[in-house]
């Protein structure tokens, strides 16, 4: 059965580092997301990504975040310089088309920033 | 942000009986309702879900009822097993905001053999 997959699953980093967190998507869906989650605290939406572009972005996504699709394949999402408090679980998720409401998630990556 | 609210943390029932688990929410643009199971150290799994055209949505021991008077819905699981045990989330998305999913709290179900 086709499923996204993200890598790595555990990133552990310096405070002001950049990261970079991988996603492969379901291959024929054309949604993708990124949610993260702090420990204790609900599934928070960041971004979803259509046709190349940010589609839809949340307070919590600013200038630090960005995603991209390079190759056609992955998504990704970068943090340019991490803080503390962006330690947490990232999913990514994928859906087919915009008829399709049903997300499909990774199993994450936990991201600790020291 | 109180949009989607799951007021249970966690819930313990017998294996074999019907388990309930509950969700709240606010926005009325809302108009598609998911819920979705997370065991620890994985991703969530989509379970089930309902359109706000419909009350009612069963896929084998999971239906989900919506009551959009009252903004509630609802997964009973019956009968209730031991790999059933895991948290469970409700989430919700509006078509004119991107179907980005808003998530509940979760609630945490246990079920003892």
């Known amino acids: 059965e086709p499923e996204v997959t993200q890598t790595p699953s555990h990133q552990v980093t310096q405070m002001g580092q950049e990261v970079i967190l991988r996603c492969v998507p379901i291959?024929?869906?054309?949604?993708f997301y990124w949610y993260r989650q702090i420990l204790g605290q609900k599934v928070e939406f960041l971004v979803s990504?259509?046709?190349?572009?940010?589609?839809?972005k949340s307070e919590i996504f600013d200038d630090q975040f960005s995603v991209e699709r390079p190759d056609g394949s992955n998504f990704t999402l970068k943090i340019r310089s991490t803080k503390l408090e962006d330690s947490a679980m990232y999913f990514c998720?994928?859906?087919?088309?915009?008829?399709?409401?049903?997300?499909?998630f990774g199993p994450g990556t936990r991201l600790t920033v020291l | 942000d109180q949009q989607v609210k799951q007021n249970s943390p966690s819930l313990s029932v017998q294996e074999g009986r019907i388990s309930i688990l509950n969700c709240d929410y606010t926005?009325?643009?809302?108009?598609?309702f998911l819920w979705y199971k997370k065991y620890p150290a994985e991703g969530p799994t989509f379970l089930i879900s309902?359109?706000?055209?419909?009350d009612k949505n069963e896929d084998g021991r999971f239906t989900v009822f919506l009551n959009k008077s009252a903004k509630h819905l609802s997964l009973h699981i019956v009968p209730s097993q031991p790999g059933d045990s895991a948290v469970y989330f409700c989430?919700?998305?509006?078509?004119?905001?991107?179907?980005?999913?808003?998530f509940g709290g979760g609630t945490r179900l246990m079920v003892k053999p």
């Open positions: 998720a994928s859906k087919g088309t915009s008829v399709d409401n049903e997300q499909f």
């Open positions: 291959s024929n869906h054309l949604y």
């Open positions: 990504f259509y046709n190349n572009e940010i589609s839809e």
């Open positions: 926005n009325s643009m809302f108009d598609y």
């Open positions: 309902i359109s706000s055209i419909k």
């Open positions: 989430a919700a998305s509006a078509r004119n905001a991107g179907n980005m999913l808003t």
